[in-house]
């Protein structure tokens, strides 16, 4: 009788969790959501393409790594959704629906393929990646940005075939910056939320806004179980999408150059100081570590006495609601061109700059 209670207690538990999982992602995306939920919660289940917690040093457990197929399923889910309603439909252009993010579903293959075979080579990702950017900006030539408002980089912009290859490289860069950055419960899904609003915002496109939903649905998920990441396809797929978005947002004039980096500001300062501080160290810039912001963090976290779920999810949200988050909410009083955005951004590499040497440990 007594080993029994702990046993239904345990039950109770987790019918209370998925519960409210289920009512959030119902209330956040509707049926989509509920459904993606399932979905999530199947492939923890049957511990679909498993990732080793070791992997990421932060997780303490295994984990899926196709929480990205469950975001782009869910957001396809709540897109036809909408389109059901009459004032979408119309206000919404089905000859010209989602090409430009077709292309970002493209480079989410490249990592779903790795998520389910790792079997692709760096260099062979890579590749891969840098001819369906360079395709989609050669069907999409509105996506070479022809000037940034910025000296100097305005004059590079008029040759087409260097803002072509300028806007290549800057893609792929981001890409692989937000992949690296993938690394606690909550951080980049967060700051892919924070942006694909900032573009509702700015663009009112549907696309983005389904995607929006879909990763608060996953953003639920994720802080609650803690046993999916976003993967391969996840970070890349969602990095593109992000990228592409930019690019349109930049070519329209509707947005400043600076305020992207806002946005971006973690993945952003994160690649080039962990870079840096690698070269120092006579290693190799790209070199794997646990010495980024987020592990760092993390581990402060958990010497407060903080279960893993709960510092895990705590990293990737002090993290992300401070940088990307705060930018959205300054829309409200800033416009999305203005040249202030680059004193905020300045801001933020000060903040990591002081932060950093604090919770490093010291040799």
């Not at 457990?61 to 929480?67: I, K, P, T, V, Y």
């Not at 869910?74 to 430009?100: D, E, H, K, M, W």
């Not at 980089?153 to 290549?168: E, G, P, R, S, T």
């Not at 946005?263 to 994160?270: K, T």
């Amino acid at each position: 009788m007594q080993a029994a209670m702990p046993a239904t207690s345990q039950l109770l538990k987790t019918a209370v969790k998925y519960g409210v999982l289920l009512l959030g992602a119902l209330l956040i995306a509707g049926l989509p959501g509920l459904a993606t939920v399932l979905l999530l919660a199947a492939i923890r289940r049957f511990s679909l393409a498993p990732d080793s917690h070791a992997k990421h040093g932060i997780s303490h457990q295994q984990a899926s790594r196709l929480g990205g197929l469950g975001i782009v399923l869910c957001a396809v889910g709540v897109y036809f959704a909408a389109r059901g309603i009459p004032q979408v439909a119309n206000a919404t252009n089905p000859n010209n629906l989602f090409s430009p993010l077709a292309f970002a579903l493209m480079v989410g293959l490249v990592g779903l393929v790795e998520d389910l075979h790792g079997a692709l080579s760096p260099q062979l990702r890579l590749g891969l990646m840098a001819a369906i950017l360079a395709t989609a900006l050669l069907v999409h030539p509105g996506l070479v940005p022809s000037g940034a408002g910025i000296p100097g980089l305005d004059f590079l912009l008029q040759y087409h075939w260097l803002a072509f290859a300028l806007a290549l490289v800057a893609a792929l860069g981001a890409i692989n910056a937000m992949n690296i950055a993938d690394g606690a419960n909550g951080l980049m899904p967060v700051v892919f939320a924070c942006t694909l609003l900032a573009y509702v915002a700015i663009s009112g496109r549907i696309e983005y806004y389904a995607l929006f939903l879909a990763l608060l649905v996953f953003v639920l998920y994720n802080l609650v179980s803690g046993k999916l990441f976003l993967g391969d396809a996840g970070s890349y797929g969602l990095g593109a999408a992000v990228v592409i978005g930019a690019l349109e947002l930049l070519g329209q004039g509707l947005v400043s150059p600076f305020f992207l980096l806002c946005l971006l500001a973690y993945p952003a300062i994160e690649i080039f100081y962990s870079s840096a501080r690698r070269m120092r160290a006579g290693q190799h810039p790209m070199q794997p570590d646990n010495f980024h912001l987020h592990n760092l963090l993390y581990a402060k976290i958990k010497q407060s006495g903080c279960g893993s779920i709960l510092a895990n999810g705590g990293t990737g949200l002090c993290i992300s609601l401070p940088t990307a988050g705060a930018s959205v909410a300054l829309l409200f009083v800033l416009s999305p061109t203005s040249q202030w955005w680059l004193a905020l951004f300045l801001a933020y590499v000060a903040t990591y700059l002081i932060i950093y040497p604090r919770l490093k440990p010291h040799d």
